[in-house]
């Protein structure tokens, strides 16, 4: 089992690039974030729900390691936790390196699955340029690399905050590599 932790909390109601830092967020299961734009059983982000307002949410929370900052500051940037959008920022955990259907145990009882990969859209561009070519690549196989994190749905609510382990639970059986969602 890998483990991490927590860095930073952060939420917004309004469908907004960045999430504003605190104390604390309460994951609700099957929902996501309490207070947050994107809890829901189906898709709350705007240009999934133009495309089809049915199809389930499988990007309740969104999760950033706080080591890609680091790496985005030593190539001049400066972002800081909830930027990005994420909710949860963590540190000394590879989050995308996880295969699809990880448990996450956070703190005392929330659990979330790992959906997927962000998909890195043009509002990380207007938010720096630049930045969209960081945060999204092409191996030395010309393969897409994601950068900006992983999405997972809720499993088990539970109140997270900075400090609070991360324990990656790996599924049984062949595991799959992280696709966007």
């Excluded at 982000?45 to 133009?50: C, G, K, M, T």
């Excluded at 996450?104 to 979330?112: M, N, P, Q, S």
């Excluded at 859209?121 to 092409?138: D, M, N, S, T």
């Amino acid at each position: 089992m890998a483990y991490g932790t927590v860095t930073t909390v952060s939420t917004s109601g309004g469908h907004t690039f960045s999430k504003e830092s605190r104390d604390s967020v309460t994951l609700l299961a099957g929902l996501g974030v309490e207070g947050d734009a994107h809890a829901g059983v189906t898709v709350k982000h705007r240009s999934r729900v133009a495309q089809d307002p049915t199809q389930p949410n499988l990007r309740q929370v969104h999760l950033i390691h706080e080591e890609l900052f680091t790496e985005l500051s030593d190539a001049g940037f400066t972002v800081a936790p909830g930027e990005l959008g994420e909710n949860l920022t963590t540190r000394g955990i590879d989050l995308l390196a996880l295969p699809t259907g990880t448990l996450l145990r956070i703190g005392d009882a929330a659990v979330v699955e790992v959906t997927g990969l962000r998909n890195p859209c043009l509002q990380i561009e207007a938010f720096q340029e630049g930045l969209l070519k960081q945060v999204v690549g092409r191996d030395a196989t010309g393969a897409i690399v994601r950068k900006a994190g992983v999405m997972s749905v809720v499993r088990q609510g539970g109140v997270i905050r900075p400090g609070d382990t991360v324990a990656a639970e790996l599924p049984e059986g062949p595991h799959r590599p992280l696709e966007r969602v």
